[in-house]
């Protein structure tokens, strides 16, 4: 099932997400996250983006669904990259942020079994902003200057949602 993003101004976007306690329950709510990031042609989207203040998220990236239920960051790399982002939930917006290059998420699966990732390019870039939505960070707050967020017209965001399938450094998450 598809489901409605919340507003950008949503307070749920601000809030430090709770553990899923009810793994039968997320496993659900993640196959419903799954389609709307497919349907909003995301590669990632976190459970706080459809107004449900759960430890939750999942990732698209080169077309492979993975599922990640009370992730952690569990090792960063010390070399930082900058990278443009953009968000689903902050429509026609995309700017520079700069973040560790590789990381090492340790989640729950959809199998309810812990397993472990260690990222790095889109990937490891969409596995940070997904866990920030986890703690009610967007993407603009790591910006070093605001003044040079970008922002889109309907047409050029449209567009661009268009080419997301093709994986890369612009999608939204
Ligand atoms: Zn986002």
Redesign the pocket.
């Known amino acids: 099932m598809r489901l409605p993003l919340v507003n950008s101004d949503s307070p749920v976007l601000r809030a430090q997400a709770a553990p899923v306690t009810d793994l039968m329950k997320a496993v659900a709510t993640a196959a419903n996250l799954l389609q709307t990031m497919q349907a909003e042609v995301g590669v990632?989207?976190?459970a706080p983006?459809v107004g449900q203040s759960l430890r939750l998220f999942v990732t698209g990236v080169k077309g492979e669904p993975m599922v990640f239920i009370n992730p952690e960051i569990t090792e960063r790399s010390k070399e930082e990259i900058l990278w443009e982002?953009g968000?689903?939930?902050?429509p026609r917006l995309l700017g520079e942020v700069r973040r560790p290059k590789e990381v090492t998420v340790r989640a729950t699966g959809t199998d309810r079994q812990p397993f472990e990732v260690k990222a790095d390019g889109l990937l490891a870039r969409v596995l940070q902003?997904?866990y920030?939505?986890l703690e009610g960070i967007?993407?603009t707050d790591r910006m070093d200057d605001l003044r040079k967020l970008k922002r889109l017209t309907e047409e050029e965001w449209a567009s661009r949602s268009e080419d997301k399938d093709r994986g890369g450094p612009k999608d939204?998450?």
Do not use: P
């Open positions: 990632g989207l976190a983006q982002e968000c689903l939930s902050l902003h997904e920030d939505h967007l993407f939204e998450t």
